[in-house]
């Protein structure tokens, strides 16, 4: 089967239609700024509850994890406590996080929570290679539902049985922690470059909500991503 593709236009022309993205793209990027702007000048809240968490090095407070630093970017990993396995979504967002050393010369922590119990978290994290960030376990207590990303109900409208993805951000004042920052469903896109990088391509996500020409390649979105160790040759 061949696939159609974009007109063959002189370098000329190529050049001229490339400069009007740009335009478009720099007025975009300027938004962006704009709304990064607003985002740091958000109100925020105070966190009281004494959530306790289970990582590699044991038991660990909220303040535990931003390991001494001023900011902590919580990534709320879809991993309930009978589930066998991760969320492929946010597989997709850890496989494309980058080393923290960048993060932590600007005093900023990234981790990730799940309810799903300490071994079965690590179990996963060895499967799919990743050597950070650190995973912490929430299984026994209420971080989860007081964040908005557990429900009760199983069923819940846009959850995976109860479970929702998310990031929190957090800011240390000593001993006082606030929440400043929560963001969910395509939201977290913001974390992975995955995304990104297909969005720079001529078929882009090759997903049925995307605007592209008639004839582009396209699947429903959600059906076709995959864990790194599930996609065939």
């Known amino acids: 089967m061949t696939l159609p593709m974009p007109p063959i236009v002189s370098e000329e022309e190529w050049h001229r239609a490339l400069n009007e993205q740009i335009a478009r793209e720099k007025a975009h990027t300027r938004e962006r700024d704009r709304l990064n702007a607003a985002r740091r000048r958000l109100p925020m809240t105070e966190v009281r509850a004494d959530y306790v968490f289970e990582g590699p090095q044991g038991e660990a407070t909220l303040l535990d994890l931003f390991e001494g630093r001023r900011q902590l970017i919580v990534y709320h990993f879809m991993f309930g406590p009978d589930w066998e396995a991760g969320c492929d979504g946010c597989s997709w967002v850890v496989d494309a996080m980058t080393h923290p050393a960048h993060l932590n010369a600007r005093n900023t922590t990234l981790v ?24 912490f376990s929430s299984l026994n207590g209420s971080f989860n539902q007081d964040m908005g990303v557990t429900s009760g109900n199983c069923h819940a409208p846009d959850t995976d049985r ?17 929440r400043t920052y929560f963001s969910g469903k395509r939201g977290v896109e913001y974390l992975g470059s995955l995304w990104t990088y297909l ?9 049925t909500w995307e605007e592209s020409p008639p004839g582009w390649p396209q699947t429903p979105p959600y059906v076709w991503n995959r864990r790194h160790d599930e996609y065939e040759a």
């Open 112 to 135: 990730l929570v799940s309810r799903a119990p300490l071994e079965k978290l690590q179990r996963y994290q060895a499967r799919m290679g990743w050597q950070h960030p650190t995973w």
């Open 162 to 178: 109860g479970e929702r993805h998310g990031i929190s951000v957090f800011l240390r004042d000593g001993e006082r922690v606030f």
């Open 199 to 207: 969005d720079l391509t001529p078929y882009g996500r090759q997903e």
